[in-house]
């Protein structure tokens, strides 16, 4: 398959995206590299990899890095509660408006998989989860309204076409 592969040079991305080329699909990735590269280095020599420095809040870059692409595999993101807390601006602008740029711009038949955060659920006292594991959100995670991965689970066509306007205290958190 042709993936996009957002914020793939990060701590996921860099372990993932060799795996996907290992199974032999093209794969674009989108970050701004804002912890360097490094991690995807020994992907440059493969003709299947491709590395685009850009910013899924963009909506220019977005649309360029979906062209061609048959699934969206969304990484890219303000990770833990300590740096959205520190940056809350910054992840309200990554987590949600990204997000919600990159489901805008996505065709109806690119698949989506958003990668979202364990931490939605809260305590769960066995630590396992499935989709019909309600989610708990804890106090210190931020709340837009309503959170990306409820977005993630409709269809291409009932995607967002305006920015949601969360609370005072929304932050976009993902906290993993
Ligand atoms: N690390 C975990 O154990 C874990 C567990 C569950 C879920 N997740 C989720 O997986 C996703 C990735 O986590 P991670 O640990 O790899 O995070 P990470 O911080 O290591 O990587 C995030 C990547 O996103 C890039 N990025 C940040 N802002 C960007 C922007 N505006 N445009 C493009 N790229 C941007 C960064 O440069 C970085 O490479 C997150 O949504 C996280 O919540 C991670």
Redesign the pocket.
């Known amino acids: 398959m042709r993936l996009l592969v957002?914020?793939?040079?990060?701590?996921?991305?860099s372990t993932m995206v060799p795996m996907l080329l290992d199974q032999g699909h093209r794969v674009r990735v989108?970050?701004?590299?804002?912890?360097g590269g490094h991690g995807l280095l020994p992907c440059c020599p493969n003709r299947f990899f491709e590395l685009v420095r850009?910013?899924?809040?963009d909506p220019a870059t977005v649309k360029s890095a979906l062209e061609g692409v048959e699934a969206i595999i969304?990484?890219?993101?303000?990770?833990?509660y300590p740096?959205c807390k520190k940056e809350p601006q910054l992840a309200q602008?990554?987590?949600v408006d990204?997000t919600a740029n990159l489901l805008r711009h996505r065709k109806p038949d690119q698949r989506f998989l958003f990668?979202?955060?364990?931490s939605i659920y809260g305590s769960i006292p066995d630590y396992i989860c499935n989709e019909e594991t309600p989610a708990r959100r804890s106090p210190s995670m931020a709340r837009p309204r309503p959170p990306p991965s409820r977005w993630c689970s409709r269809p291409a066509t009932a995607s967002p076409t305006a920015s949601p306007r969360p609370s005072a205290s929304a932050t976009g958190c993902?906290?993993?």
Request: glycine letters at 22%; aromatic letters at 6%; one cysteine or more.
């Open positions: 957002t914020g793939g040079a990060g701590y996921v991305g989108l970050d701004t590299l804002k912890f850009g910013d899924v809040c969304h990484l890219a993101a303000i990770v833990g740096a602008a990554v987590n990204g990668a979202s955060t364990g993902a906290s993993t």
